[in-house]
Structures are given as C-alpha cells and as structure tokens.
C-alpha cells in the first residue's frame, strides 16, 4: 500500500492558506482517483483505493501540522506500511512559489511538520514532495506559512498544485528514483 500524506492545518482559517498546500494536493488527487476521505481514524482523514490495482491511502492528518507525525505513526503502524512507499507532500520556504521539488530523504530544513514526522518514526527516510511558498522578509516565517496566498500567487498556486496531484498519482506506479528523474 502507498501512504499520501498532504501536510495542512485544520480550521476555516487556515483554508487556503500557505502551510495548507498539502491538504490542498491531497484534495486534489482525491477528485482525480475517484477517492473519498471519508474515514476517520488516528487523527486523521483518509481514504482508500487503487491505481492499476496498487492500493493507495490519502490522508490529512488532523492535528496542526507540526503534530502531523503522531497521525502518521499511528496509520504507519496500524496499516503496516514501510517507509519507503510514504510521501508526505508539504510547503517549503526556501523553495521560490511554486517550484516542486521531490526527495527521497534527508533533513527537515526547518519544517516543524517534517521534525515531528522524524522524530515520531525515528527515521529520515520516507520520501518527500515539496511545494515551494518562497519568503517575505518582511513577515515573521510563522504568520507568513499560515497567511493566504495573493492574487498574483494563485496562478502558480493553482499550477503547482496540480502539478503536485500528477507527481503524487506517478509515485502510486513508478519507482522513486525514475518518479525524480522525471520530475526534478
């Protein structure tokens, strides 16, 4: 079974915002493969079904995301999934808006939600999809990845996440390795 798992924070103020693009993805994808988050468990949302006749999980974890890893442990351990068939989708600030940039492991690079998922599965290596937000200087890093995006990011929000749901729906059937040379 493949784990998708979109990073994001639950409540109506964090619709559409910038640390919300995992949510968002995941959304995304579900529309794409005909699968509903319909089902609760662990904390999360999540919902099931194939692809070329590979089982595939999308979940939302319902904690804030920098708690994403205890709902993500849980599904880990309950679903017997191997780290190596998990992406977790996520923004990323020293990416520029809307460059997508896959890896296979590594650091958090200072991504709370990326810490808590290492820490809770004591290990770095699970795969990684990460959308870029860029930075503004001018606002302090927490209050600008839970700000909404403008009107002149929305052209390559809604690009990036599309982009995003076509990577994601690739990793269901391709090795990791041919998923980044396609990709990156």
Do not use: W
């Amino acid at each position: 079974m493949k784990l998708i798992v979109g990073l994001g924070n639950v409540g109506s103020e964090y619709t559409n915002t910038r640390h919300n693009l995992g949510f968002m993805v995941i959304d995304k994808l579900a529309s794409k493969l005909s699968i509903k988050l319909d089902k609760k468990k662990f904390g999360g949302i999540y919902g099931i079904g194939f692809l070329n006749q590979q089982k595939i999980m999308l979940l939302k974890p319902l904690l804030y995301v920098n708690l994403s890893g205890q709902v993500i442990r849980k599904f880990v351990d309950y679903f017997q999934i191997t780290y190596n068939q998990i992406l977790v989708i996520n923004d990323d600030l020293d990416l520029n808006m809307g460059v997508i940039k896959l890896k296979q492991q590594g650091g958090s690079g200072g991504h709370k939600g990326l810490e808590n998922i290492e820490c809770c599965l004591k290990t770095k290596e699970y795969q990684r999809l990460k959308i870029g937000i860029g930075k503004n200087k001018n606002i302090e890093a927490s209050k600008y990845v839970t700000g909404k995006f403008t009107e002149e990011e929305e052209p390559s929000l809604l690009e990036a996440v599309d982009k995003a749901s076509k990577i994601a729906k690739d990793f269901c059937v391709m090795n990791f390795i041919d998923l980044m040379n396609k990709y990156n």
